[in-house]
């Protein structure tokens, strides 16, 4: 493990010391697990609003003429279908169709910003660039995450308050949906979605006017407090929301993950035959959502049980206060694998607790009720 | 924060205060804090024996889980209920409301083998 100077720091590096926050290493990057606590900023989050840095993430800015090309090559998305100021959730998957991330792709009228994995910047930068040496697309693929910062500002209040200190129309940013702007000379991409099953945005601004920013929404009457990766976690876990590392990895298809929505059936992405090939026949494991009835938390790694037969593997888990009740997500046979099956737990020392299987996400948060009809997209 | 003197401490960050022939255990600030929000503590039954050194119990947060370790040998006389509620409550007063349980000790005299607490604050700085 390298040494504390060689982690990345975010532009709100001293904002967050300032902010008493609680530095870790995330990735590679110098990052606040909270400030006051995690279930504090997750309640801050669930019923008002919060704000995030989330400036570890990738940033990759693609353009040229066939930068369409590329993507809709390299992500299982309808890249051709996207139309402008929108932004689809899509997987770049490898030829066997496992997962090597998944990612936000953004199609603004000038260029395509394609939003990873802090963890997988590097390797999603390598695929793109072979798959562009590859067929010859000629796209323009640059490395913007150390220019830039992003900031999450998510929660029911989140719209509405944004809206009172932004100069654009933030309630008219429709869901998924991505504007870009200037402001006071400072450029902006602001996009209506995020990681925490509630309402709100993420900006993308450039580095130098990060710090200004964030003070700018934190300290202003009425803002927003500021919110950390333990109560990230914990957010998206109760909106059922993959991570990779857990959920995801290169062993695993989207098909499995439950991600098929993300999936086009139109062939000419990097894994289709795989992955056709899987939705025909069906996954042998699914990704499912648990209940356990015990406040004790299981971690990824713990064996599902049912009958006495281990029948699959916890992914993520955490206690969660929205559902009072301790929720994992984890992939199980497909025989067990329907809602309201019963199955054991193997917690750590050999306690065994019992589960329900049951529908993600656990919590539906605002994003969840603000926009009924778009939720089967 | 420097930890009480009224009490003694172990390595693995619990306290041990002895009030007459009833000692009381919690754990500290400390581990409280790099725990973050606790959600669950596993209490021994009273009347069972822990034995010095030997884990007792488990402890989980948002973040992490751990063993908990008898400071001292004895009989568990009572475990604190309000815990099975309200688990935080280690979190907010780790010293006081916070406290796991009471036991009577088997030897007094292992309370000398615990640090005191100035041992444990340089023992935490190291850590």
Same mark, same amino acid.
């Given at each position: 493990m390298g040494s504390e100077d060689d982690l990345l720091k975010t532009p709100l590096y001293e904002a967050h010391e300032a902010a008493g926050g609680r530095l870790v290493d995330f990735a590679g990057w110098r990052m606040p697990l909270l400030y006051t606590s995690i279930l504090d900023e997750h309640a801050a989050t669930r019923n008002d609003a919060t704000i995030f840095d989330v400036s570890h993430m990738g940033r990759l800015r693609i353009r040229g003429e066939w930068a369409f090309k590329l993507l809709d090559r390299a992500c299982t998305a309808d890249i051709l279908g996207q139309e402008d100021n929108t932004t689809r959730y899509a997987l770049l998957c490898n030829e066997a169709g496992g997962v090597i991330d998944d990612v936000i792709v953004m199609r603004l009228p000038e260029h395509w910003l394609l939003v990873c994995n802090a963890s997988n910047r590097k390797k999603v930068t390598r695929h793109l660039d072979a798959l562009n040496v590859a067929g010859g697309f000629g796209a323009e693929i640059v490395d913007r995450t150390t220019k830039t910062a992003m900031l999450a500002v998510q929660g029911p209040n989140a719209i509405e308050k944004l809206d009172t200190f932004l100069p654009i129309d933030v309630p008219g940013i429709g869901r998924r949906q991505v504007v870009i702007g200037t402001h006071m000379l400072i450029p902006y991409t602001a996009s209506r979605t995020g990681y925490t099953g509630e309402d709100g945005l993420e900006v993308i601004l450039p580095a130098a006017a990060a710090a200004t920013a964030w003070t700018f929404i934190t300290s202003k009457t009425g803002g927003v407090t500021p919110a950390g990766l333990?109560?990230?976690?914990?957010l998206r876990l109760e909106a059922g929301l993959p991570l990779y590392g857990h959920e995801l990895n290169e062993t695993i298809d989207p098909i499995t993950a439950g991600l098929g929505r993300a999936v086009r059936n139109r062939e000419g992405f990097v894994g289709d035959e795989a992955i056709a090939r899987i939705r025909q026949t069906g996954p042998a494991r699914r990704l499912v959502g648990l209940k356990l009835d015990t406040k004790r938390i299981v971690r990824q790694g713990a064996m599902i049980h049912s009958d006495g037969a281990e029948v699959g593997v916890v992914t993520s888990g955490t206690f969660s206060p929205s559902c009072d009740a301790s929720i994992a997500l984890g992939y199980v046979d497909r025989r067990v694998a329907d809602d309201g099956t019963r199955v054991n737990v193997l917690l750590r020392n050999d306690v065994v607790v019992d589960a329900k299987i049951v529908p993600k996400p656990f919590y539906k948060g605002s994003a969840f009720r603000r926009n009924e009809k778009t939720v089967t997209e | 924060m420097a930890?009480?003197?009224?009490?003694?401490?172990?390595?693995?960050?619990?306290?041990?205060?002895?009030? &007459?022939?009833?000692?009381?255990? &919690?754990?500290?600030?400390?581990?409280?804090?790099? =725990?973050?929000? %606790?959600?669950?503590? +596993? =209490? $021994? !039954?009273? *009347?069972?024996?822990?034995?010095?050194? +030997?884990?007792? *119990?488990? %402890? +989980?947060?948002?973040?992490?889980?751990?063993? =908990?370790?008898? $400071? @001292?040998? &004895? +009989?568990? @006389?009572?475990?604190?209920?309000?815990?099975? !509620?309200? $688990? *935080?409550? @280690?979190?907010?007063?780790?010293? &006081?409301?916070?406290?796991?349980?009471?036991?009577? $000790?088997?030897?007094?005299?292992?309370?000398?083998?615990?640090?005191?607490?100035a041992a444990y604050d340089t023992h935490v700085e190291a850590s």
């Open positions: 333990g109560a990230r976690d914990l | 930890a009480p003197t009224d009490r003694k401490y172990t390595e693995s960050h619990e306290w041990c205060k002895l009030d &007459g022939d009833v000692a009381v255990v &919690g754990v500290t600030q400390f581990a409280a804090d790099q =725990l973050t929000d %606790i959600t669950f503590v +596993e =209490l $021994p !039954d009273e *009347g069972t024996n822990v034995t010095a050194g +030997e884990p007792f *119990g488990e %402890i +989980e947060s948002v973040k992490s889980a751990g063993d =908990l370790y008898a $400071p @001292i040998s &004895g +009989e568990v @006389i009572a475990a604190n209920r309000a815990l099975a !509620d309200n $688990p *935080g409550l @280690i979190n907010d007063d780790p010293f &006081g409301e916070g406290w796991v349980f009471k036991l009577r $000790p088997a030897d007094a005299d292992e309370m000398d083998a615990l640090l005191d607490a």
